[in-house]
């Protein structure tokens, strides 16, 4: 038997209904007396369920959201401005014009001199209070959203509302404005901290849900400050769970189809108890607005992070220090694992915790802690998680085997790209000169590189399975099957072993500008 849920109607009650009003249909089609009829839908009306609200949970969380302004010194406007119109004047200020110039005439005809009430000028080119000489003006630069995580005034935002700004207002829902302070904010997950003096008074609070409580298809509101319009609830459902929007190591988005907008950024998302499943950061739209596709940062991740930023007002990670990738189906199979899950070592970055503990290029952590790695980014956040120094224990798989491995966690540096790793910086390779030696099957034309350290890549089949796998000239052979090579007969010799272990693909590493990554090529012209 269906039920209802959250005071939605359910399908049973629906279709109870329906067939209520159908039979008054029939009835009117029948000719039976008006009287009768009516008695029916009186029926349908007793049947129907109250229209249902989420004007309870808005009343209860509305206090503790806030719109946040922020604001910045204005920038000194040069004749170079491209806005196409500039207050310059080819670096004179207004006390330069002569008193005959209509702008000057201006000035005085409406009360305003061009030099203020200290005598500074109103200049905007060199001297004046937005140049080097002055300190200029606050104006407002941004808008976003934020709630009260606290009773003592702490607000959580995004990182990208605050991060051009010198000084912030949290603008409350009755009007009041209150001067914030910035606590610290993270870039890496978009998440930044505010807080404001109450003088004693306590400010209304929301709490974090529970991410296990949360499933695609439960209702959510959001409430937020989209366009600068003030305090705006929308409300939708949750579409989908972990998605990677491509922002950062640590995507594990929210997606919802409530309403939200520029304006909206650092707004939270509510269920319907009141409390936070997730911070409004990103939109999906063509046209800039709202298309039903938002993400939000969950609960659990922004939880933690807060209580750091709140804490000391910065994030420590555990860094594990090596460049990986994702294992796909292809690479899986020229390794020998029995399915592309894990992360796949491209190489570990000199003197770091995953060089010391003995991780290799070509090596693939397959668990942590007992734990399964489904991919990199997986594993990016597990290391990202945890706190530096401690101590982990790596499933990896080396050689066709697994074997375990020990690491003492460092802490992530404040100048790198990611938690764990994936940082795809090194030093320019030479190009070396070309050497013809074709590996027909490959699609491949190899030589010698520069530095005597594998094979040049000196020209490539257009058609190949090689050039599909994005494989380009000017690109480097270091490795197959995690032996280095430095010469075309050593990785004839390698794939003819991999035929012999019945492989169908083998594991190339590649080095290009951009960093280093494997691809798995496929070997006895399979594709």
Do not use: C
Not at 160 to 181: C, I, R
């Amino acid at each position: 038997m269906l039920k209802n849920f959250n005071g939605r109607p359910s399908l049973a009650t629906v279709l109870k209904a329906s067939t209520v009003a159908g039979i008054a249909a029939a009835v009117l089609a029948t000719g039976v007396p008006l009287e009768i009829t009516r008695s029916y839908a009186e029926a349908v009306k007793v049947q129907a369920p109250a229209v249902p609200s989420f004007a309870n949970v808005v009343d209860a969380v509305s206090p503790a959201v806030v719109s946040v302004r922020v604001e910045n010194r204005v920038n000194p406007v040069s004749d170079n401005n491209n806005d196409g119109f500039s207050f310059d004047f080819n670096g004179r200020g207004f006390d330069d014009l002569p008193d005959d110039h209509p702008l000057k005439r201006f000035f005085k005809q409406f009360g305003q001199d061009p030099n203020d009430q200290q005598g500074h000028s109103r200049r905007f080119g060199q001297n004046g209070p937005n140049g080097p000489g002055g300190k200029g003006r606050l104006r407002p630069v941004a808008q976003g959203s934020g709630f009260f995580i606290s009773e003592d005034g702490y607000i959580v935002t995004n990182n990208h509302v605050v991060s051009d700004g010198q000084a912030f207002v949290a603008v409350m829902n009755d009007g009041t404005e209150l001067d914030a302070k910035l606590i610290g904010k993270d870039p890496r997950t978009d998440l930044a901290v505010l807080k404001v003096d109450g003088k004693g008074k306590k400010f209304t609070y929301v709490n974090w849900a529970d991410d296990n409580n949360v499933r695609v298809g439960d209702w959510v509101v959001a409430v937020g400050n989209p366009f600068g319009l003030g305090g705006t609830v929308t409300a939708g459902i949750v579409s989908a769970r972990g998605r990677d929007i491509g922002s950062g190591p640590y995507d594990d988005y929210l997606q919802v189809d409530a309403a939200v907008n520029r304006g909206n950024s650092g707004g939270p998302t509510f269920n319907l108890s009141g409390e936070v499943v997730g911070i409004n950061t990103a939109i999906f739209s063509p046209s800039g607005g709202s298309v039903g596709i938002a993400f939000a940062i969950p609960a659990s991740t922004a939880r933690d992070v807060v209580a750091d930023l709140m804490k000391d007002g910065q994030v420590s990670r555990g860094w594990l220090g090596v460049q990986i990738q994702p294992v796909t189906k292809d690479i899986a199979e020229s390794i020998g694992l029995s399915e592309p899950s894990g992360a796949l070592v491209v190489a570990p970055q000199a003197g770091s915790p995953g060089d010391k503990a003995g991780m290799k290029a070509g090596d693939v952590v397959t668990a942590l802690n007992g734990e399964t790695i489904k991919d990199a980014r997986d594993l990016s956040r597990r290391i990202g998680a945890m706190q530096p120094g401690s101590k982990v224990e790596l499933s990896v798989w080396r050689a066709g085997k697994a074997q375990p491995l020990t690491v003492e966690l460092g802490t992530l540096p404040v100048d790198q790209k990611d938690a764990s790793a994936d940082d795809n910086s090194q030093p320019q390779q030479p190009e070396a000169p070309a050497s013809e030696k074709a590996l027909a099957d490959l699609g491949l034309t190899v030589g010698p590189s520069d530095d005597g350290k594998g094979l040049a890549i000196t020209g490539i089949d257009p058609d190949s399975d090689a050039a599909d796998k994005g494989i380009k000239e000017g690109e480097k052979i270091t490795s197959v099957n995690n032996q280095e090579i430095t010469s075309p007969e050593d990785i004839v010799k390698v794939l003819n072993q991999a035929k012999k272990d019945g492989r169908t693909r083998a594991l190339f590493q590649i080095q290009s500008n951009e960093g280093s990554r494997f691809v798995a090529l496929p070997i006895n012209g399979q594709g």
